[in-house]
């Protein structure tokens, strides 16, 4: 009987002891979980915190991110020496010395630009941006300069209108206005094409041009007299132009606080005869289209 006893008392206790470990490991376990949702939340903050930073007014000190193509001349390029230039470049310059503001030039990938401007890298995009269309997808400047999507061919390729390009290989810059206007108004005169291909950038379509893998390049007005002109001629624009737009610079979908002290600042540069002494600067004063 006392043996029956003492099996039944040792039995109790480890299951005594059991369900004690069972119940501390459920308490760590729901202690762990209020641990990792902690964490969760502070690191949702930290992403609330950036988003708000990019989106916040500015101050005098603070930085000033532009996101733009390092190969689009006039617009924004890197010259003969390293350094990142252009008329945009040169705007977004005078609009941070006017507030006190560090100008922080930031090279992207065209088609990755989104990415760019909802992580908050950047606090806009300004470089040749072409609003129309996407009026609705960013929070806009007012546009600054009128401009038209073009085809570029070599000099003595014997074509002379859009209709002299069905069978030809056309090449335009990827996440263009003047991809867009071919997928767009114009599919049909892109219908006519041997082949319509998507370069990186522009630097490549003329190389391609000149090499004779490409016979035509679709793209903006200011970028190809640019382009013709630093290659010391040998190409042409058609008469024809693809589509006509405007540029805008493009800040993040509800980002107004900054927006408008952009653009207040563009209105006095406007004003006062500053915007106009830069566009002269890189030739794109025939295209300016603020304050007129």
């Known amino acids: 009987m006392k043996r029956k006893l003492a099996v039944a008392m040792a039995a109790a206790l480890v299951l005594t002891t059991a369900l004690a470990g069972c119940g501390n490991k459920t308490e760590d376990t729901k202690s762990e979980g209020t641990k990792t949702e902690d964490t ?72 990755a630009k989104d990415m760019e401007l909802s992580s908050g890298t950047i606090d806009c995009i300004w470089n040749g941006f072409t609003m129309n269309g996407r009026e609705d997808d960013y929070t806009w400047s007012e546009p600054y300069v009128d401009n ?7 000099e003595d390729s014997g074509i002379k209108s859009l209709e002299d390009l069905a069978g030809k290989i056309v090449e335009v810059q990827a996440d263009s206005s003047a991809l867009a206007a071919l997928e767009g108004d114009q599919k049909e005169l892109a219908g006519t094409f041997n082949q319509l291909t998507q370069v990186p950038d522009y630097n490549t379509a003329f190389m391609d041009l000149e090499a004779g893998a490409a016979e035509a390049v679709a793209m903006d007005v200011g970028v190809a007299k640019y382009q013709i002109e630093s290659r010391g001629g040998g190409y042409i624009t058609l008469d024809e132009t693809i589509s006509s737009e405007q540029y805008a610079v493009g800040f993040k979908k509800g980002n107004e606080k900054l927006r408008d002290q952009v653009q207040k600042t563009l209105d006095e540069m406007s004003e006062d005869g500053t915007f106009m002494t830069i566009a002269k600067k890189w030739g794109v004063e025939d295209a300016v289209c603020l304050g007129k």
């Open 40 to 111: 969760k939340t502070e690191d949702s903050a930290k992403g609330d915190e950036k988003t708000d930073a990019v989106s916040a007014e500015k101050s005098e000190g603070d930085s000033f991110t532009v996101g733009f193509d390092a190969s689009f001349p006039p617009y924004g390029y890197k010259d003969d020496d390293g350094e990142y230039v252009g008329f945009d470049l040169d705007l977004a310059q005078e609009v941070c010395d006017r507030n006190g503001w560090e100008l922080k030039k930031q090279p992207i990938d065209w088609d």
């Open 148 to 154: 038209s999507q073009v085809v570029v061919v070599a």
